[in-house]
């Protein structure tokens, strides 16, 4: 799955801990995310998107073979 994080954290200026500890997660957690290295479950999905104020399909897009 591809993501935003962060780039949108980076147009925020707020750090890695600081978007871990809005959305109750560990500052790695992040990390994993942002490199594709994990993927989040749907309610860290949710937090952050509403953290971001965006939809969460416009931060998280599914990677299919067809793409």
Same mark, same amino acid.
């Given at each position: 799955? %591809?993501? #935003?994080?962060? !780039?949108? #954290?980076? +147009? %925020?200026?707020? /750090?890695?801990? !600081?978007? &871990?500890? &809005?959305?109750?997660? /560990? #500052?790695? &957690?992040?990390? *994993?995310?942002e490199k594709?290295? %994990? ?10 998107? +509403? *953290?971001? %104020?965006?939809?969460?399909? !416009?931060?998280?897009?599914? !990677? /299919? &073979?067809? #793409?």
């Amino acid at each position: 799955m %591809k993501n #935003r994080v962060k !780039e949108l #954290r980076i +147009e %925020k200026n707020i /750090t890695q801990q !600081e978007l &871990a500890t &809005a959305v109750n997660i /560990t #500052r790695q &957690a992040i990390s *994993y995310i942002e490199k594709n290295q %994990k993927n989040p479950n749907i309610i860290i999905a949710l937090k952050i998107a +509403e *953290y971001f %104020k965006i939809p969460v399909d !416009e931060i998280f897009e599914l !990677e /299919t &073979a067809d #793409r």
